[in-house]
């Protein structure tokens, strides 16, 4: 049986602030894949009971959908369960990727630079008062307040005075609950497309972002004409090679598989630091990964067939809900 012999679902839409976003993808990569002769469908989804649904007579998953259970490996542990091989990392990988905390303590284990950071305090917790005194002695403005589990830059705020600081905090919190602080790096927006060939992780050439508005956020992600794209990113020789030598020490600090995207910041001074690992890089007409694909010479077509080519087939050696269940 070939690739092309199978029916390939492209699950996209959800229920997460990301839908519209994951529409968008999805449609891309359903044209891409039916121009290129693949049995491919549309998988929609609203909620939560149509997934199962969705998922019958489907052989593999091309996965878009952004946000919440489409990244945070909880649909993945659904996939090992029902057997469907799906595009992308692991449930563990997705997991890890998506808590901002936890992903920033791995790349320090791998020797990765990261910004300083410190886990967020509920507004409601008596001793907050004094730990915004103490966060920003430590961190010193501007920071960064972001939820430790969303993407595409939803619910960041950038914070340059003290006085916006505690009332950005108490917004996030209420919004996303559980958040963190971390210091804004003065320098370039770059990031680093990965994909995987012939089992070697290739980074492509690096994107530098230099958004109209504030900073990169929803909008200026997602909204034509509100950013500006440079590739090759403007960095020398040798910052280049640190940031794509990275960008693959991440990828493989968190067992990710596929495809990605790494996010950094990098300084006047040329230093990189790592800020997240991206497992489900938008597939839009802006977004990053597909634009650096075509500048390494890979049109979207190709960029998609090969990623529906490392398509993972679940594993159920040492995976705890499939052995779990099994035991049963």
Known sequence: MTWK?????????????????SLNSGNNVLSALISNGYQAVPLDVKDQNELLPALVDIDVVFNCLHGGMGEDGTLHALFDILNIPYTGSSMLACALAMDKIRSKHTFQQAGLSVPDYVQGLSPEHKEFTEWCKDTLEKLSLPVVIKPVREGSSVGVHIIRDQADFAPACLAVAR????????????????????????????PMPLLELRPKRKFYDYQAKYTPGMTEFIIPATLDEA????????????????????????????????????????TLPGMTNTSDLPQMAEAAGISFK??????????????????PVISQIETV
């Open 5 to 21: 012999n199978l029916s390939i679902g492209v699950l996209m839409g959800g229920w997460s602030a990301e839908r519209e976003v």
């Open 175 to 202: 919004e996303f609950g559980n958040y963190m602080v971390e210091t804004f790096i003065e320098g370039k927006e770059i990031t680093a497309g990965i994909l995987e060939q012939d089992g070697q992780f290739q």
């Open 239 to 278: 910052t280049t090679q640190a940031v794509q030598s990275a960008s693959v020490k991440a990828f493989e600090a968190l067992s990710c598989h596929g495809y990605g995207r790494v996010d950094f910041r990098v300084n006047d001074q040329n230093e990189c630091f790592v800020l997240e690992v991206n």
């Open 302 to 319: 190709l960029l998609v067939e090969r990623i529906l080519q490392t398509a993972m087939k679940p594993s159920k050696a040492n995976h």
